[in-house]
């Protein structure tokens, strides 16, 4: 078990640029999550998958956040036309089953700057 | 919609004192809760979880939950803290059964251990 994984774990950008997340879930689970953490907050959530289908996305999620999970594994979350204001750490978590049944377990984060 | 307050942002205590770190919710229905630990540079770690059935809920390093409906409180206990115990703690909700995944964080509370 090599854990959830994400890459990069920093990334500066101006504003106005795309970037684009990775997040390798733990090989088994079939869940993947999205959570947006800014300084002094909790991790608020963002989408999250079942194999490849995309079952929900919050109302943060604007129209310039897109998820995707081709394969039913990895996962990237890519922002186009970057603001300030979603300079955050970026969470990625899985689990085997749905929230209370399944642990959701956390990948270290990529920390994104907008400058 | 549900939420989480955690009304201490920081929690100092010295080492081997007891502490509690106090977290209520709010929700229409009933919830799953969850406490998760940050430590510093790491990603969150699942502490303990209540699903159902005992109100105490035992979790790992020594940390203990109550759940009390009538005060809608899940605090989280030990009995006596370590220097290790520095750390981030977040409080989480999820709503079973309402097609929601995802969980939702408190704004988390600083344990500060001193010497």
């Known amino acids: 078990d090599t854990g959830v994984s994400q890459d990069p774990r920093h990334k500066i950008t101006k504003r106005g640029q795309n970037v684009t997340f990775r997040c390798d879930p733990i090989?088994?689970?079939?869940?993947l999550y999205w959570y947006r953490q800014t300084l002094g907050q909790g991790p608020e959530f963002l989408t999250y998958?079942?194999?490849?289908?995309?079952?929900?996305k919050s109302r943060l999620l604007s129209d310039r956040f897109s998820a995707e999970r081709p394969k039913g594994s990895f996962s990237t979350l890519e922002i186009q036309r970057t603001e300030q204001g979603d300079s955050a750490m970026y969470l990625c978590?899985?689990?085997?089953?749905?929230?209370?049944?399944?642990?959701?377990?956390f990948g270290p984060g990529t920390r994104l700057t907008v400058l | 919609a549900q939420s989480v307050t955690q009304l201490d942002s920081q929690v100092p205590v010295f080492e081997e004192a007891p502490v509690e770190l106090r977290c209520n919710y709010s929700?229409?229905?009933?919830?799953?809760l969850f406490w998760y630990v940050q430590y510093p540079n790491q990603g969150l770690q699942l502490l303990l979880k209540?699903?159902?059935?005992?109100?105490l809920v035992k979790g790992i390093n020594g940390f203990e939950a109550e759940f009390n409906k009538s005060q809608t409180s899940f605090h989280l206990r030990k009995p006596s803290v370590h220097i290790s115990d520095t750390a981030e703690y977040f409080c989480?909700?999820?709503?079973?059964?309402?097609?929601?995944?995802?969980?939702?964080f408190g704004k988390g509370t600083h344990l500060i251990i001193q010497p």
């Open positions: 978590a899985s689990s085997l089953r749905g929230t209370g049944l399944g642990t959701q377990y």
């Open positions: 090989s088994e689970h079939n869940r």
């Open positions: 998958f079942q194999n490849e289908a995309q079952l929900e």
């Open positions: 929700s229409s229905v009933s919830v799953y």
């Open positions: 209540y699903l159902s059935g005992s109100t």
């Open positions: 989480a909700v999820s709503n079973p059964g309402g097609g929601a995944d995802g969980l939702t």
